[in-house]
Nanobody
């Protein structure tokens, strides 16, 4: 099982980024997937999740209305469109399967929101 996250970078407050996650080593289309993030000195937290077909989506309250999760099962890929970014969104972002017993971590992608 492998996850490769990309798309992070340095952006000013109010800016946008689109993160991508490419998964391999398992039947991607069969699993709910999630985006997580870990800010410096803090525990990793759930940001959003999406079920296998993409029809059920949930967000943590702090990103509702600003972030959009999506997936393309034909490409074994998941995305996170992040708009109206805030300094508190600064973190390393990871993707993984949603089930706690199936989580594993890639390198993540760093998102830094700063002026």
């Amino acid at each position: 099982v492998q996850f490769v996250e990309s798309g992070g970078g340095l952006v000013q407050p109010g800016g946008s980024l689109r993160l991508s996650c490419v998964a391999s080593g398992f039947a991607f289309s069969m699993y709910s997937m999630s985006w997580y993030r870990q800010a410096p000195g803090k525990e990793r937290e759930l940001v959003a999740n999406i079920n296998s077909a993409g029809g059920i989506i949930n967000y943590v309250d702090s990103v509702k209305g600003r972030f959009t999760i999506s997936r393309d099962n034909a490409k074994n890929s998941m995305y996170l469109q992040m708009n109206s970014l805030k300094s508190e969104d600064t973190a390393v972002y990871y993707c993984s399967r949603s089930r706690p017993d199936l989580r594993s971590w890639g390198q993540g992608t760093q998102v830094t929101v700063s002026s």
